[in-house]
């Protein structure tokens, strides 16, 4: 017998060899897994594919054919006395350099002899030359350096950007630093980075190495994956970044490599009897390729048709041939519309519609209706379409992210919302008196200048206000003397806004006259690939041959043009790029922008080749299954939001900038971003909470007060749930007295410190934007 208490250890028990899993009972292979299931089980997931080594090696092959193939098309695009120039921008990050002065010394470092006179620039100015030493053509842009817009347009054609940083001066925030951030935003290729006063400044050399050392740590924190610094008083290392240039291939711009464009080396106006005349432009193609039948778009002038292409010599000295192919425009040719057709009238064709229920009443609109408003939504359907009519109707690629009807019953819906009392709206002279405020009365209304204390004081009031949204989010206080029934009639109580069902085509009244006529695209990635795939397939011209295109544009797209002094681009639109969209931005403040942005506030965005002027509908960057997201009064410093507007699409994720005029007539940076989608399902709503204090809390029932002053108010906004910053959840009672009392119920007990709220929302309509003009 054992001694009280004594067990004996686990750790000098010897097992037994446990049994082959053959003969292991279910019991024991339950215990040996613990619920674990090996990858590659059935119902675990994809199952792998087993890949042999023959496979492997040909896969390798393919990808290292892929890649020569890509290089080869690149070399082919620059080489030869014929080949594309290569372009690039100089900028000076500090006064005391000048970009003339960097060009001049890059250039006439691979002179043929000492003899030869050197070459000159001046700023602003574009310069094409040819460098025999390398057997390559480079076109030189000095942009207007006080122009930061001047500076972008530059960098944005760019193959190589050299950036000149001075040894005496350091880069200021405002000016330097401000030129770098903007640039990397927007999207460059790739950069060169020179030092053209290194050795002037410093001519011990252990002075210099300390100087070079701490301009390229500045240099690499923009730019991690620079190498050097090229000191360009030095001959070698001056020749060494020529060649570089010159020998080596620029780095890719999607937005930009994925579409077709050209620098103009000519431009020119052709009378013509039946379209007043052209702008004739001659150029190289970059890109994939220009079609006739696609519409244009010159930065700062707008979209143009194309007449005709003509594909010209290469060779300066060569004669043209009359046998140069030609394209004209047909008649499957882009049109400048910008909005859907309008729907024919219906009266006349009322018995060949078939009616369909559509759409659901949503959740919680009837907590403001006198109960006669039973009707749902229904709309009147054509039986067909025009053909010019199906152009706006986008099919979707993927077969099951359909959600809309087919193109035979898209066109042609008239809505007839029960809930709305002014009745369904009709199109004519209203709405084109509503394009004409919305296009035109945003050009006058560009700017206005303040008087400085007008200026600071409104600062100070926004600067009030973002600190207050920040500290009591969408909170607001009533007036004993105003009814909430009439400033918040328009608003909806609903449980969750993540989860309601929102009609994202409902009849409002402060709905823009033409949303019914926006492009609207169910699949916008898949619609994408598509239309970037059909652009290379429909190419009539390929990148590098040289064209003279024949622009339909109005005298003064030419009058004053000086391609010797600014660059003139012309870029090729995608389908469905010149129309009008939903579309959404991310953006978030510009690290030194500190002033307080307001939703619809006026801005000037930037995306890819485009700038508009929006009045944007700032909104959280959230994933909700019903895409109803709410909205923000103010773009917080440091927080990502969505900016939602009415504006082009365009069918690449391209770096947005965001503008502002400032009080000197300049612009200032205000954020950055990216153009996302254009979505027309994307519901923003403006919430408002109304709050109350707990005068009296007995277990769950509370008496509230401060939150209504009538008990009209009250019985009106009965139905709506309430909650508190606790948590808790709960509903109105009954009213008390006359003076806006009223008794609740809630979930669990609430605490004296506790504030009861209440949540109410509204649509938000987006604004339509316009053309920016310098």
């Known amino acids: 017998m054992g001694r009280s208490g004594h067990s004996h250890r686990s750790t000098l028990k010897k097992d037994h060899k446990p049994f082959k899993s053959r003969h292991a009972s279910k019991g024991q292979l339950k215990n040996q897994h613990k619920g674990k299931v090996e990858k590659g089980a059935p119902g675990s997931g994809k199952a792998q594919k087993i890949v042999s080594k023959l496979e492997r090696r040909n896969q390798n092959k393919q990808l290292k054919e892929n890649k020569i193939n890509e290089t080869k098309q690149i070399r082919r695009l620059f080489e030869g006395a014929s080949g594309a120039e290569k372009i690039i921008t100089v900028i000076a990050l500090t006064p005391d350099i000048s970009p003339a002065g960097i060009a001049s010394q890059l250039v006439n470092s691979i002179k043929a002899s000492s003899e030869d006179p050197d070459v000159t620039f001046t700023s602003p100015s574009v310069v094409s030359l040819r460098l025999p030493r390398f057997k390559s053509n480079v076109k030189f842009i000095l942009p207007d350096q006080n122009n930061l817009i001047s500076i972008l347009d530059a960098t944005k054609l760019s193959d190589f950007v050299v950036f000149g940083l001075s040894a005496e001066q350091e880069v200021e925030k405002e000016y330097g630093e401000q030129i770098l951030r903007a640039v990397i935003a927007q999207g460059v290729a790739s950069v060169v980075g020179v030092l053209p006063n290194v050795i002037s400044a410093y001519p011990k050399k252990n002075l210099q190495q300390d100087i070079r050392q701490s301009l390229h740590s500045f240099f690499k924190h923009f730019f991690p994956t620079d190498e050097k610094l090229f000191a360009l008083e030095s001959d070698s290392e001056c020749l060494n970044c020529i060649r570089n240039i010159a020998q080596k291939f620029p780095k890719s711009v999607s937005w930009r490599d994925t579409r077709s464009y050209l620098v103009a080396d000519s431009v020119s106006w052709v009378p013509n009897e039946t379209h007043g005349g052209f702008a004739v432009v001659e150029g190289t193609v970059r890109g994939v390729g220009f079609n006739v039948n696609r519409l244009v778009h010159v930065p700062g002038y707008g979209d143009f048709q194309v007449e005709r292409i003509e594909q010209i010599a290469k060779h300066k000295n060569a004669v043209e041939e009359e046998g140069q192919p030609a394209f004209n425009a047909d008649a499957n040719q882009e049109t400048l519309d910008e909005l859907n057709p309008e729907e024919v009238a219906m009266d006349e064709y009322a018995d060949d519609y078939e009616y369909e229920d559509y759409g659901v009443r949503m959740e919680g609109k009837n907590y403001f209706d006198d109960g006669n408003n039973e009707t749902n939504r229904r ?306 709503a403006e919430r408002v909470v109304l709050t109350g204090h707990p005068v009296k809390i007995h277990r769950r029932l509370v008496t509230v007060r401060y939150m209504f002053f009538n008990a009209e108010d009250i019985n009106w906004f009965k139905a709506v749930p309430l909650f508190t910053k606790s948590g808790r959840t709960g509903f109105i009672k009954e009213s008390l007295g006359t003076h806006g009392y009223f008794k609740c119920t809630f979930d669990g007990r609430l605490t004296a410190q506790d504030v009861v709220a209440m949540a109410l929302y509204k649509r938000v309509w987006p604004s339509v934007s316009h053309n920016w003009v310098a």
């Open 379 to 684: 709309f009147k359907v054509p039986k067909g379409t025009s053909e010019y009519q199906s152009k706006w109707l986008l099919d979707d690629v993927l077969e099951a992210a359909s959600d809309v009807e087919s193109a035979d019953e898209l066109d042609g819906m008239i809505d007839e919302d029960a809930n709305v009392e002014d009745g369904p709206q009709e199109i004519g002279m209203d709405e084109e008196d509503d394009m004409k405020s919305q296009y035109g009365d945003n050009q006058s209304e560009m700017f206005v200048e303040l008087s400085p204390e007008e200026e600071e004081e409104q600062l100070r009031q926004y600067r009030e206000m973002e600190k207050e949204d920040r500290e009591f989010p969408d909170e607001i206080e009533l007036a004993p003397e105003e009814s909430a029934k009439q400033k918040l009639g328009h608003y909806r109580g609903i449980k969750s806004l993540g989860n309601c069902d929102w009609d994202w085509d409902e009849q409002d009244s402060e709905r823009p006259s033409i949303y019914s006529r926006l492009l609207r695209i169910n699949n916008f990635k898949a619609t994408r690939n598509r239309l970037q795939k059909d652009a290379v397939k429909d190419a009539q011209v390929s990148a590098g041959q040289k064209i003279r295109i024949y622009i339909r544009a109005p005298p003064n797209l030419v009058e004053n043009v000086d391609v010797s002094v600014t660059p003139f681009a012309v870029y090729m639109l995608l389908p469905h790029e010149h129309k009008l969209a939903v579309t959404n931005f991310s953006f978030q403040t510009w690290e030194d922008f500190e002033k307080p942005v307001p939703s619809g506030e006026q801005l000037i965005v930037q995306y890819g080749f485009r700038r508009q002027v929006i009045n944007p509908s700032f909104n959280q960057a959230s994933n909700t299954s019903n895409n109803v997201h709410k909205s923000e009064r103010f773009a917080h410093h440091g927080e990502l939001s969505i900016a939602t507007t009415i504006a082009p699409p365009m069918f690449h994720n391209a770096p947005a900038i965001f503008f502002k005029a400032n009080a000197e007539g300049g612009l200032e940076l205000v954020g950055q971003g990216t153009f996302l989608n254009c979505d027309h399902t994307r519901v923003v």
